[in-house]
Protein backbone atom coordinates (compact mmCIF):
# COMPACT_ATOMS: atom_id res chain seq x y z
CA UNK A 1 0.00 0.00 0.00
CA UNK A 2 1.52 2.95 -0.82
CA UNK A 3 2.61 5.95 1.74
CA UNK A 4 1.55 9.34 2.11
CA UNK A 5 2.51 11.64 -0.62
CA UNK A 6 3.13 15.17 -0.98
CA UNK A 7 4.14 16.89 -3.99
CA UNK A 8 6.31 18.81 -4.78
CA UNK A 9 9.36 17.81 -2.35
CA UNK A 10 11.13 21.55 -2.78
CA UNK A 11 9.44 24.97 -3.59
CA UNK A 12 11.10 28.28 -3.79
CA UNK A 13 8.91 31.15 -4.25
CA UNK A 14 8.84 34.92 -3.75
CA UNK A 15 7.27 37.56 -1.24
CA UNK A 16 3.76 38.17 -2.46
CA UNK A 17 3.14 35.13 -4.35
CA UNK A 18 0.77 32.22 -3.50
CA UNK A 19 1.40 28.67 -3.43
CA UNK A 20 -0.50 25.12 -3.72
CA UNK A 21 0.69 22.02 -2.27
CA UNK A 22 -0.84 18.60 -2.51
CA UNK A 23 -0.97 15.55 -0.12
CA UNK A 24 -2.58 12.36 -1.41
CA UNK A 25 -3.38 10.19 1.53
CA UNK A 26 -3.12 6.18 1.98
CA UNK A 27 -5.99 4.70 0.36
CA UNK A 28 -8.78 4.31 2.33
CA UNK A 29 -7.78 7.03 4.65
CA UNK A 30 -10.94 10.03 4.73
CA UNK A 31 -9.09 12.32 7.12
CA UNK A 32 -6.20 14.40 6.23
CA UNK A 33 -4.55 17.14 8.81
CA UNK A 34 -1.79 20.05 8.10
CA UNK A 35 1.22 21.19 10.19
CA UNK A 36 3.70 23.65 9.71
CA UNK A 37 7.27 22.66 11.18
CA UNK A 38 10.03 25.81 11.84
CA UNK A 39 12.65 25.51 13.85
CA UNK A 40 11.62 27.97 16.21
CA UNK A 41 8.07 27.35 16.82
CA UNK A 42 8.13 23.46 15.93
CA UNK A 43 5.23 21.51 14.70
CA UNK A 44 1.99 23.09 14.87
CA UNK A 45 -1.19 22.34 13.50
CA UNK A 46 -3.02 23.68 10.60
CA UNK A 47 -6.26 22.07 9.71
CA UNK A 48 -8.00 18.83 9.43
CA UNK A 49 -10.42 17.86 6.69
CA UNK A 50 -12.65 14.70 6.61
CA UNK A 51 -14.82 13.78 4.16
CA UNK A 52 -14.06 16.87 2.06
CA UNK A 53 -15.31 19.53 5.45
CA UNK A 54 -13.02 21.13 7.10
CA UNK A 55 -12.97 19.67 11.16
CA UNK A 56 -11.05 22.07 12.57
CA UNK A 57 -8.49 25.33 11.94
CA UNK A 58 -5.52 25.93 14.00
CA UNK A 59 -4.08 29.06 14.85
CA UNK A 60 -2.87 30.28 11.19
CA UNK A 61 -4.25 33.74 9.64
CA UNK A 62 -7.00 33.39 6.82
CA UNK A 63 -4.00 33.04 4.16
CA UNK A 64 -3.80 29.86 4.94
CA UNK A 65 -6.60 27.56 3.09
CA UNK A 66 -7.35 24.28 2.21
CA UNK A 67 -9.59 21.49 0.99
CA UNK A 68 -9.99 18.35 0.45
CA UNK A 69 -11.83 16.44 -2.65
CA UNK A 70 -14.30 13.54 -3.15
CA UNK A 71 -11.35 10.91 -3.77
CA UNK A 72 -9.71 12.45 0.29
CA UNK A 73 -6.95 14.37 -1.92
CA UNK A 74 -5.79 17.64 0.34
CA UNK A 75 -4.35 20.88 -0.85
CA UNK A 76 -3.12 23.85 1.31
CA UNK A 77 -2.84 27.06 -0.19
CA UNK A 78 -1.01 30.01 1.10
CA UNK A 79 -1.70 33.69 -0.65
CA UNK A 80 0.22 36.37 -0.13
CA UNK A 81 3.53 34.65 0.85
CA UNK A 82 5.66 36.39 3.83
CA UNK A 83 9.36 35.49 4.68
CA UNK A 84 8.00 33.70 7.61
CA UNK A 85 6.29 31.03 5.71
CA UNK A 86 9.00 29.56 4.89
CA UNK A 87 8.69 25.97 6.68
CA UNK A 88 8.38 22.12 5.83
CA UNK A 89 4.53 21.68 5.72
CA UNK A 90 3.77 18.10 6.52
CA UNK A 91 0.29 16.49 5.65
CA UNK A 92 -0.85 13.21 7.38
CA UNK A 93 -3.81 10.74 6.83
CA UNK A 94 -5.69 8.53 9.11
CA UNK A 95 -8.78 6.41 8.90
CA UNK A 96 -11.17 8.26 10.92
CA UNK A 97 -11.19 11.55 12.31
CA UNK A 98 -10.22 11.08 16.05
CA UNK A 99 -8.79 11.68 18.61
CA UNK A 100 -6.71 8.46 19.19
CA UNK A 101 -6.01 7.30 15.86
CA UNK A 102 -2.32 6.82 14.55
CA UNK A 103 -1.40 9.72 12.13
CA UNK A 104 0.71 8.80 8.86
CA UNK A 105 2.83 11.43 7.83
CA UNK A 106 4.06 11.92 4.42
CA UNK A 107 7.67 13.67 3.76
CA UNK A 108 6.95 17.18 3.89
CA UNK A 109 7.16 20.20 0.93
CA UNK A 110 10.09 22.29 2.28
CA UNK A 111 8.77 25.77 0.94
CA UNK A 112 11.31 28.45 0.93
CA UNK A 113 10.07 32.22 0.68
CA UNK A 114 12.80 34.93 -0.52
CA UNK B 1 -4.55 26.45 27.16
CA UNK B 2 -2.70 23.05 26.75
CA UNK B 3 0.94 22.93 26.38
CA UNK B 4 3.81 20.55 25.62
CA UNK B 5 7.34 20.89 27.02
CA UNK B 6 10.61 18.72 26.10
CA UNK B 7 12.84 20.13 28.18
CA UNK B 8 16.00 18.58 26.43
CA UNK B 9 16.91 19.86 22.97
CA UNK B 10 19.41 17.63 22.20
CA UNK B 11 20.71 14.23 23.87
CA UNK B 12 23.28 11.67 23.38
CA UNK B 13 23.77 8.06 23.84
CA UNK B 14 26.02 5.48 23.58
CA UNK B 15 24.91 2.54 20.94
CA UNK B 16 23.04 -0.19 22.70
CA UNK B 17 22.66 1.57 26.23
CA UNK B 18 19.24 3.19 27.23
CA UNK B 19 18.15 7.12 26.94
CA UNK B 20 15.30 8.30 28.09
CA UNK B 21 13.26 11.52 26.62
CA UNK B 22 11.42 13.67 29.12
CA UNK B 23 8.12 15.39 27.97
CA UNK B 24 5.63 17.31 30.62
CA UNK B 25 2.28 18.42 29.28
CA UNK B 26 -0.27 20.54 30.56
CA UNK B 27 -4.32 20.30 30.75
CA UNK B 28 -7.41 20.18 32.78
CA UNK B 29 -8.76 17.23 30.82
CA UNK B 30 -8.74 13.79 32.09
CA UNK B 31 -8.88 12.13 28.94
CA UNK B 32 -6.81 12.57 26.40
CA UNK B 33 -4.29 10.65 24.47
CA UNK B 34 -0.61 10.90 24.27
CA UNK B 35 2.48 10.18 21.15
CA UNK B 36 5.46 10.39 20.73
CA UNK B 37 6.69 10.48 17.54
CA UNK B 38 10.20 9.72 15.62
CA UNK B 39 11.38 11.89 12.17
CA UNK B 40 14.90 10.75 10.94
CA UNK B 41 16.58 12.69 8.13
CA UNK B 42 13.63 11.56 5.07
CA UNK B 43 11.36 14.24 7.35
CA UNK B 44 8.50 11.72 7.81
CA UNK B 45 6.91 11.39 11.14
CA UNK B 46 6.73 8.17 12.92
CA UNK B 47 4.58 6.80 15.59
CA UNK B 48 7.05 5.22 17.97
CA UNK B 49 4.15 4.72 20.93
CA UNK B 50 0.83 5.62 21.83
CA UNK B 51 -0.77 6.08 25.29
CA UNK B 52 -4.64 6.84 26.31
CA UNK B 53 -4.61 8.79 29.54
CA UNK B 54 -6.85 6.43 31.54
CA UNK B 55 -5.00 3.33 31.00
CA UNK B 56 -2.50 3.32 33.83
CA UNK B 57 -0.73 0.81 32.24
CA UNK B 58 2.57 1.86 30.59
CA UNK B 59 2.77 1.57 26.78
CA UNK B 60 5.44 -0.73 25.40
CA UNK B 61 6.63 -1.53 22.13
CA UNK B 62 9.21 -3.61 21.55
CA UNK B 63 12.72 -1.35 22.73
CA UNK B 64 10.41 1.55 23.26
CA UNK B 65 8.60 2.43 26.74
CA UNK B 66 7.43 5.23 28.57
CA UNK B 67 6.31 5.90 31.80
CA UNK B 68 3.12 7.94 31.82
CA UNK B 69 2.80 9.85 35.69
CA UNK B 70 -0.80 11.33 35.20
CA UNK B 71 -0.44 13.20 38.51
CA UNK B 72 2.69 14.87 37.21
CA UNK B 73 1.32 15.22 33.66
CA UNK B 74 4.99 13.35 32.77
CA UNK B 75 4.98 10.99 29.75
CA UNK B 76 8.63 9.87 29.21
CA UNK B 77 10.12 7.78 26.65
CA UNK B 78 12.69 5.05 27.08
CA UNK B 79 14.65 3.76 24.21
CA UNK B 80 16.36 0.67 25.52
CA UNK B 81 19.24 -1.33 23.11
CA UNK B 82 19.75 2.24 21.46
CA UNK B 83 20.72 1.67 17.55
CA UNK B 84 22.26 3.87 14.65
CA UNK B 85 18.73 3.68 13.12
CA UNK B 86 17.09 5.69 16.67
CA UNK B 87 18.80 8.74 15.50
CA UNK B 88 16.31 10.68 14.67
CA UNK B 89 14.07 14.15 15.91
CA UNK B 90 11.69 13.11 18.47
CA UNK B 91 8.35 15.09 18.99
CA UNK B 92 6.19 14.09 22.19
CA UNK B 93 2.22 15.34 21.44
CA UNK B 94 -1.05 15.26 23.28
CA UNK B 95 -4.43 15.10 21.70
CA UNK B 96 -7.88 15.53 22.94
CA UNK B 97 -10.69 16.16 20.45
CA UNK B 98 -9.53 18.25 17.91
CA UNK B 99 -6.87 19.35 18.88
CA UNK B 100 -3.13 18.08 18.67
CA UNK B 101 -0.52 19.99 20.07
CA UNK B 102 3.23 19.04 19.77
CA UNK B 103 6.73 19.87 21.85
CA UNK B 104 9.43 21.41 20.21
CA UNK B 105 11.26 18.02 19.92
CA UNK B 106 14.32 16.48 21.04
CA UNK B 107 17.17 15.49 18.44
CA UNK B 108 18.66 12.46 19.50
CA UNK B 109 22.35 11.25 18.42
CA UNK B 110 23.55 8.17 18.71
CA UNK B 111 27.32 7.64 19.59
CA UNK B 112 28.74 4.48 17.42
Known amino acids: KAGVTQTPRYLIKTRGQQVTLSCSPI?????VSWYQQTPGQGLQFLFE???????NKGNFPGRFSGRQFSNSRSEMNVSTLELGDSALYLC?????????????FGSGTQLSVL | AQTVTQSQPEMSVQEAETVTLSCTYD???????LFWYKQPPSRQMILVIR??????QNATENRFSVNFQKAAKSFSLKISDSQLGDAAMYFCAYRRDDKIIFGKGTRLHILP
Open chain 1, 27 to 31: SGHRS
Open chain 2, 27 to 33: TSESDYY
Open chain 1, 49 to 55: YFSETQR
Open chain 1, 92 to 104: ASSTRAATNEKLF
Open chain 2, 51 to 56: QEAYKQ
